[in-house]
């Protein structure tokens, strides 16, 4: 089926403004994870969804950093009075939830705050 | 906490020839993962190879190898007869056999591939 999807690809935003990223997990994938990767970086765990559990947080860099998901189903992740430090890629993946699965990424998107 | 070393920022191999990508771990668990990831300039991830810690042998892929040495928690990844679309980012990965299963990732390194 399809991969993991998300939108937008880019997204040009001015400081202060608050930003929404979308992802779309591939159907079925009960864990969702939110990833941030700055430029020349690795990719630094930002938060986890699994079912109806309550999500891990503890990657969040501050409270200007929230996320939702329904269910089993899209997840934004939400940037509040966004800084020029939150430029980075976004990136989004899905698994199975099963104690042997395997991540798969989205595309990610990339947000510049000028 | 978990880390994940990777020292080489950059390295290039000719097409055709074989490379090995370095990566080394800290853990204080005994029952982990580790991936290699690899990330073209379109910023898709892409898994390339994956390793259960419990296994004494080293997994395949193709032309793709993992040298796992778990007393040494050393884990390079081997390119055998590279080819232009090997060139990409690669990330080594680790992550823990419990419940969250979150990725920890190395800093990557970017591979060339000279034609």
């Known amino acids: 089926g399809a991969g993991v999807s998300q939108s937008p690809s880019n997204k040009v935003t001015e400081k202060g403004k608050d930003v929404e990223l979308r992802c779309d997990p591939i159907s079925g994938h009960t864990a969702l994870y939110w990833y941030r990767q700055r430029l020349g970086q690795g990719l630094e765990f930002l938060i986890y969804f699994q079912g109806n559990s309550a999500p891990d947080k503890s990657g969040l860099p501050s409270d200007r950093f929230s996320a939702e998901r329904t269910g089993e189903s899209v997840s934004t992740l939400t940037i509040q009075r966004t800084q020029q430090e939150d430029s980075a890629v976004y990136l989004c993946?899905?698994?199975?939830?099963?104690?042997?699965?395997?991540?798969?990424f989205g595309p990610g998107t990339r947000l510049l705050v000028l | 906490a978990q880390t994940v070393t990777q020292s080489q920022p950059e390295m290039s191999v000719q097409e055709a020839e074989t490379v090995t990508l370095s990566c080394t771990y800290d853990?204080?668990?005994?029952?982990?993962?580790l991936f290699w990831y690899k990330q073209p300039p379109s910023r898709q991830m892409i898994l390339v190879i994956r390793q259960e810690a419990y296994k004494q042998q080293n997994a395949t892929e193709n032309r793709f190898s993992v040298n796992f040495q778990k007393a040494a928690k050393s884990f390079s990844l081997k390119i055998s007869d590279s080819q232009l679309g090997d060139a990409a980012m690669y990330f080594c990965a680790y992550r823990s056999a419990g419940a969250n299963s979150k990725l920890t990732f190395g800093k990557g390194i970017t591979l060339s591939v000279r034609p």
């Open positions: 853990t204080s668990e005994s029952d982990y993962y």
């Open positions: 993946a899905s698994s199975s939830g099963l104690a042997t699965e395997t991540q798969y």
